[in-house]
């Protein structure tokens, strides 16, 4: 009597499991070494560092602000948190962090423009941008207007400037379009009501803010009528538009 031969049993599922579960782990183990010896390479770190779009930031402000790792590989650096630092400086409108390969780091700065000094009422003064921002404690040179305000103003460089004493100025400037440039200074008289003084000294009070282009385009035909005498014109009073008046120096 021959004896029965054995049957072959199926590998349970809990072993198979285990079989790929260990090469899983294996593989696992290798691409973490491999990512870990990838980023590490000193092939990917810091070569070189560029900066363009600088005139009012300092390049040494920069690199203090942007705290570039050099041990660090480029290609895992934090850009925005980067980019947030460097925009901290005053003048720095946006920071871009670009890499080119294998490891040379590009910052491109875009700076924001000095736009008007502003004065308060203790003769504090800052300049700012057009969006309202501290550029600097003090007015830089050549600003192509300054706003004198009735209010005392406390800021430091960076802040921004909600004042709503300089919005209202702001947008009699924005309302006189083109012809405000001929004007050096904005302020409010005791009503509040706009009043600017020209690039030679003559001061326009407008009034109300209601047709303030066409009020200053009324300006150069009065002095222009008033020929030679017009150099010893203080102030022109347009608050009454079809009955403009005229004051001058003693």
């Not at 599922?13 to 782990?25: D, E, I």
């Not at 010896?37 to 602000?65: C, E, W, Y």
Request: aromatic share 8%; net charge positive.
């Amino acid at each position: 009597m021959t004896q029965r031969a054995k049957r072959r049993t199926r590998p349970s599922l809990a072993r198979r499991l285990r079989a790929f579960w260990l090469v899983g782990a294996a593989l696992a183990a290798l691409a973490i070494w491999g990512g870990w010896t990838l980023a590490n390479l000193p092939a990917f770190k810091m070569k070189s560092l560029a900066i363009t779009g600088l005139q009012h930031v300092s390049r040494a402000d920069v690199i203090a602000r942007a705290r570039l790792d050099p041990a660090e590989n480029v290609w895992f650096y934090d850009r925005r948190a980067i980019a947030r630092r460097i925009e901290a400086l005053p003048y720095v409108q946006t920071a871009r962090l670009h890499v080119r390969p294998p490891a040379d780091v590009w910052l491109d700065i875009t700076e924001r423009r000095p736009d008007a000094c502003v004065r308060d009422a203790a003769g504090r003064s800052y300049t700012i941008d057009e969006e309202s921002r501290v550029l600097e404690s003090g007015c830089a040179g050549s600003l192509p207007r300054t706003y004198e305000l009735r209010a005392e103003v406390r800021a430091a460089p960076a802040d921004f400037l909600h004042v709503p004493e300089l919005a209202s100025l702001q947008r009699d400037v924005f309302a006189l379009g083109a012809g405000g440039a001929r004007f050096g200074t904005f302020s409010h008289d005791r009503f509040g009501q706009l009043q600017a003084t020209m690039h030679d000294g003559i001061a326009v009070r407008f009034g109300d803010d209601d047709d303030l282009d066409r009020k200053q385009r009324l300006i150069g035909p009065i002095l222009a009528q008033l020929g030679p005498r017009a150099n010893d014109v203080r102030t022109v009073d347009l608050r009454a538009p079809t009955t403009p008046v005229v004051e001058y120096r003693h």
